[in-house]
């Protein structure tokens, strides 16, 4: 694998409301030759787990990607942990204007009470209904928020409220309570962070998977690339999510390559976080049509990648080169 990139861009992009507690989304754009690909972990990972991260930006950069049997994917619209008042016109836009048939929301946010949950949930249930959209599916990410009694109570509430979830993605932390939360409730359980954070899955590591899990959300670059994700699917042996990780438009390249491949494709992805962007480093930013995006791979704008370098602190500026140095090392240790 090539380990050296012949020039990094960090840069910075705002966000158009919070979320995952930040509202900006910091990364690096490496080149190898022509080609780009994004590097963006977040700030808190260790170097291993970033690491891999940079193991999928290489093979962007590489163009290393498996060929795609689908043109174009489904996706749904991501609702972050708002007021209700700021839900509204949201789930609007993303069935009128994106043509989405699947709202994920997020609930369990930190510092917030369940009660703002249920209010969120109402809110998309109602505006779902009252714009013609009442077949739409919901589904809610918990981020392991929950203990399992917490998850096993409040998720047969939410389902009440939302006339039936698609899915809990990650109720708890842990696959063991994952697993026991799956034999309480009818909900179907799918797991996030307890394939993303694992890093390499062993034979008995993915049986643990297998019983947390009715669907597994596999996101192409945490997982260290598009194939190692297609590989994954392959050897889990459930109905898999394929989901992105706060990206630009040349990141979300990643996911659209992964889910345009996938022999299966049964649910809508996780690539509609276009809409959380308040810049882009393209020309234009990748957003649902009719629900769906094409499975392309967009090039960086050069204004607009300056433009988001600039936006940069200088500090972070460093923070991300010397980032950058250790997780190649840690590549070539071979550790990640
Ligand atoms: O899956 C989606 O619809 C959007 C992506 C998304 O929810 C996430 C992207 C990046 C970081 C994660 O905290 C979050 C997730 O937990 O799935
Ligand atoms: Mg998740």
Redesign the pocket.
């Known amino acids: 694998m090539t380990l050296t990139v012949d020039e990094a861009v960090p840069f910075a992009l705002p966000l158009s409301r919070r979320f995952?507690g930040t509202t900006l989304r910091e990364g690096v754009l490496v080149r190898v030759g022509d080609r780009w690909g994004e590097w963006a972990p977040?700030p808190e990972y260790d170097d291993v787990t970033a690491a891999r991260w940079l193991r999928a930006a290489l093979e962007q950069a590489r163009g290393d990607w498996p060929d795609a049997v689908r043109s174009s994917v489904p996706v749904?619209a991501?609702v972050p942990a708002l007021d209700p008042a700021e839900v509204g016109a949201l789930v609007l836009d993303a069935v009128q204007v994106d043509g989405c048939t699947t709202i994920?929301v997020?609930v369990g946010e930190p510092g917030q009470v369940f009660a703002a949950d249920v209010a969120r949930i109402a809110e998309v249930r109602a505006v779902l209904d009252a714009c013609g959209a009442a077949e739409a599916l919901i589904r809610v990410?918990v981020?392991g928020a929950w203990t399992v009694e917490e998850a096993a109570e409040r998720l047969v509430v939410l389902a009440d409220v939302a006339l039936g979830l698609e899915y809990a993605?990650?109720p708890c932390t842990t696959l063991a309570e994952l697993a026991d939360l799956r034999t309480r409730i009818d909900v179907p359980v799918a797991v996030?962070?307890g394939v993303r954070l694992a890093g390499e899955l062993s034979d008995p590591a993915l049986d643990a998977v297998r019983d947390a899990a009715d669907v597994v959300?596999l996101k192409a670059i945490p997982l260290g690339g598009v194939r190692r994700a297609l590989e994954l699917a392959e050897r889990i042996g459930r109905p898999v999510t394929v989901?992105?990780?706060?990206d630009s438009s040349v990141g979300l390249a990643a996911g659209l390559a992964l889910a345009g491949a996938l022999p299966d494709l049964g649910h809508a992805c996780?690539?509609?976080?276009g809409r959380l962007l308040a810049a882009d480093l393209t020309a234009r930013t990748l957003l649902p049509e009719d629900g769906r995006l094409s499975v392309v791979r967009l090039a960086p704008d050069p204004d607009r990648l300056a433009s988001a370098a600039a936006l940069l602190a200088d500090d972070r500026r460093g923070w991300w080169a010397a980032r950058l140095d250790r997780c190649l090392a840690v590549l070539e240790e071979g550790t990640a």
Not at 243 to 246: A, P, R, V, W
Not at 270 to 273: C, D, E
């Open positions: 995952r977040f749904n991501i994920k997020k990410d981020n993605e990650q996030d962070e959300i989901s992105g990780s706060l996780g690539l509609g976080t």
